[in-house]
């Protein structure tokens, strides 16, 4: 059973969007979430990830825009993303996994179908 995302959609450059991932019940660890994208012809990269204590990583690339946050009595994952640029256009996945380094081992994470972004100029 894998994680179900949502929000995603079309806007102008500037625009927002704030993305949901409601977590799968069958999730045993969710002590790291994290936001993921893969745009066409490219390498799925890393956006953000929350761990269970609190504490967020970002990429340099959205740092200041994009803020993730967690819902733990919905068991949902949030990604609010502000000042949007046409290279955010991607496909965003969400994942959980026991440690925040474990997110590309196939037995060790969890992953949604993802949701499209798209981010016109």
């Not at 002590?31 to 745009?39: L, S, T």
């Not at 204590?53 to 340099?60: F, H, Q, R, V």
């Not at 949902?76 to 496909?91: G, P, R, V």
Request: with cysteine; glycine share 10%; proline share 1%.
């Amino acid at each position: 059973d894998q994680h179900v995302e949502s929000g995603g959609g079309s806007v102008q450059a500037g625009g927002s969007l704030r993305l949901s991932c409601q977590i799968s019940r069958y999730t045993v660890s969710t002590h790291c979430m994290g936001w993921f994208r893969q745009a066409i012809g490219k390498d799925r990269e890393e956006v953000a990830h929350i761990d269970g204590d609190g504490t967020t990583k970002y990429a340099d690339s959205v740092k200041g825009r994009f803020t993730i946050s967690q819902d733990n009595a919905k068991k949902t994952l949030y990604l609010q993303m502000n000042s949007l640029k046409s290279e955010d256009t991607a496909m965003y996945y969400c994942a959980t996994a026991a440690d925040c380094g474990w997110f590309q081992l196939p037995l060790h994470s969890r992953w949604g179908q993802g949701t499209q972004v798209t981010v016109s100029s």
